[in-house]
């Protein structure tokens, strides 16, 4: 066999083998991706310094306004929005957007721990939102569930079920993941 023929065989065992491999580990878990559109400028000023580090272009207003108008704000979301896993599969999440968000699993959807959003979205908070990190502290879930802009957080693996998750800063971002034997992956 000449040199040119071994040096493709080699490249096509490798490529088989590495997208094998990639493949078998798609199996063990799911990532989730947060995703805002806020605009620095107008989000700082109206929350406070380092509420949002992106670079979105979405103004607080126009924010305010699609939240009274849907429900929901367009660019803020969980993608994707159901997963269905293997048992023992884990989930990743990566926070894509410019602000703070949770990935806090709930009994069942409904408002978050912010007063003035669910004020406009006309829900009561979670009981999620509860306990509290100390006396005047945050709610303990945006400690053991929250993913700065940029960063990412691992959950180990969920049981067999249905689990929701949603952000407890901004309740419409949800994902259910559907854990059961038989196909993995998103639906």
Request: glycine share 16%.
């Amino acid at each position: 066999m000449n040199r040119t023929r071994f040096g493709v065989m080699t490249f096509v065992v490798f490529v088989f083998f590495g997208v094998a491999a990639a493949g078998a580990g798609s199996n063990h878990g799911a990532r989730v991706e947060m995703t805002d559109d806020c605009d620095p400028a107008t989000f700082n000023a109206a929350i406070g310094p380092g509420t949002c580090v992106g670079g979105g272009e979405t103004t607080f207003q126009d924010f305010v306004a699609q939240l009274r108008a849907q429900g929901s704000a367009d660019d803020w979301a969980f993608d994707p929005g159901k997963l269905r896993l293997k048992p023992g599969a884990n989930i990743s999440v990566r926070n894509e957007g410019g602000e703070f968000h949770t990935f806090t699993e709930v009994a069942n959807y409904g408002g978050g721990c912010i007063a003035a959003l669910n004020t406009i979205l006309g829900l009561t908070p979670v009981p999620e939102c509860l306990p509290l990190a100390g006396p005047n502290g945050p709610p303990l879930a945006f400690i053991t569930t929250g993913v700065p802009t940029g960063g990412s957080r691992s959950f180990a693996a969920l049981g067999p079920g249905v689990h929701r998750f949603e952000c407890l800063i901004h309740p419409w971002m949800r994902t259910t993941v559907t854990v059961a034997n038989g196909r993995g992956g998103d639906d």
